[in-house]
């Protein structure tokens, strides 16, 4: 057996001790950020609420059909954002334990992809928040039969808008998901552009698969993929000389 085969096994439990490092940072990064937030649960699950509880009719209220129901969901609640809200943190381990192994150029376009699909995830859910949630519980709450009360169940609720958040937050990440399609050699922007019929067409498939069953939640996730997707081709088309250049150091 040759000394380089000997080293190898080190190399290998070396990397892995790295990674468990950068698992538990996340974690107590995560953990000081439920601490801090976990002793205003409620009021970050009042301002979560905020859009369909201002539409409610006059009388109306939400509802806790389970009896953990106003403990858990605050809690679950504050996990989820404690998770959200150390995502930049969770990326930049993530980064510090692939960057090494990448080449300067990669390096350099891996940087801004990183940033902006964070700053891009955080509108997508901030852009489901302040307006499609006030359009969407509007057409809800006005289209309720007569003799029947809105009272949603708050546990319910928050698992629908976290299904919005998360389809959002991952909608607007189509430009990134273009660029690095096309950095990567797997396409090109020509072909994709040539392909906008079947991609509008497949936005709003996923609006409908993704969003409840009305066309306004609906549109209001396709026309931004679409109009993400038109960036997206934009961005890459000048992002092309750094393509060139990872091609070359292959």
Known sequence: MSEEDLD???????????LRDRIIRCLIAVFIIFLFLFPFANEIYEFISLPLRDLLPEGASM??????????TPFKLSMLLSLYLAMPYVLFQIWR??????????????????????ILFY???????????????????????DGIEIMTDINR????????????????E????AIILIVTGVTT?????????????????????????DVISQSLL???MWILFEIGIFLARRMEPIKDEIDTLD
Request: glycine content about 4%; hydrophobic content about 55%.
């Open 63 to 72: 509802i806790a059909t389970e009896v953990a129901s106003p403990f858990l």
């Open 8 to 18: 190898q096994p080190q190399t290998l439990i070396t990397h892995l001790t790295e």
């Open 157 to 172: 609720y928050l698992d629908f808008v976290l299904k919005l958040f998360f389809a959002f937050g991952i909608a607007f």
């Open 174 to 177: 189509i430009p990134i998901i």
């Open 189 to 213: 922007a020509e072909k994709l552009a040539s392909k906008r019929p079947f991609i509008l067409v497949g936005c709003f498939v996923i609006g409908m698969l993704l969003t409840p069953p």
């Open 123 to 145: 509108a997508g859910t901030a852009f489901a928040y302040f307006v499609v949630f006030p359009l969407v519980f509007s057409f809800f709450t006005s289209v309720a039969p």
């Open 222 to 224: 396709a026309i931004p």
């Open 97 to 118: 334990f692939i960057a090494p192994g990448m080449y300067l150029t990669e390096q350099r376009i891996a940087i801004p992809i990183l940033s902006s699909s964070i």
